[in-house]
Structure formats: structure tokens, C-alpha cells
């Protein structure tokens, strides 16, 4: 397990060896390659939002000029923060445009 820093949420999130497993074969244009834009991402984010499908779920988003002609890295992390203030990825991809979701922060 790897745990990147996220200053957002000031706590560690985790990348467990199955989601790790997850990512790179769902989505392989991020991973292996692009991990570290994935620790970026949630170091610091552009963009914070809520996911509109789990609740207790954020996708933290970076746009990366340099990545595929223009990407943004979004990484979807889940918090368990009533019980024990855990919060680790669930799954991170590429992509062009961001989906719709409730803004919860914003780089200014």
C-alpha cells in the first residue's frame, strides 16, 4: 500500500495494491506511467468536487498541458471520516473534460 499526502484533507489517502491493480488495467493510459501526477493531484488539486453517485466520495482533478496533448488526472477518493478518518482511492483516470459535480473546492 502507498499512502500519497493530501493536504486537503489533511490526512494520508491510500492506494491499496488491488486498486493500484484496478487502475493500471482499467485505465492504462494513467498508470504506470503517470503516478506521479496521480500524487500531484492530490497534493495539490485544481479542482475539488463531490461525486454525484457516492456520497461519500470527492474527485480531486489537475489539468496537465504536457499529458496526452491536455488531460486532466482526476483521482476519486473515498473517506470514511465519521469512523475513523480514513480515506483511500477507489480509482483515478484521464480525461479531456470533467464531469458534472457539485464544486467543493477551487484553486483560484
Not at 500519497?4 to 494520508?12: D, H, I
Not at 488491488?18 to 493500471?24: F, K, M
Not at 500531484?40 to 498541458?65: I, K, M, Q
Not at 476519486?76 to 471520516?81: D, G, H, K, L, R
Amino acid at each position: 500500500m502507498i499512502r500519497f499526502p493530501c493536504p486537503y484533507l489533511n490526512a494520508p489517502v491510500e492506494l491499496t495494491a488491488e486498486r493500484e491493480r484496478h487502475i493500471a488495467e482499467r485505465h492504462p493510459d494513467l498508470l504506470p506511467e503517470h503516478r506521479d501526477q496521480l500524487a500531484e493531484t492530490l497534493a495539490a488539486p485544481d479542482l475539488v468536487r463531490r461525486s454525484a453517485r457516492f456520497g461519500n466520495a470527492r474527485l480531486f482533478s489537475r489539468w496537465y498541458t504536457d499529458l496526452k496533448r491536455g488531460k486532466h488526472v482526476v483521482v476519486v477518493v473515498v473517506s470514511e471520516a465519521k469512523t475513523s478518518n480514513r480515506h483511500w482511492v477507489i480509482t483515478a483516470y484521464l480525461t479531456k473534460t470533467l464531469a458534472k459535480g457539485e464544486v467543493e473546492w477551487k484553486r483560484n
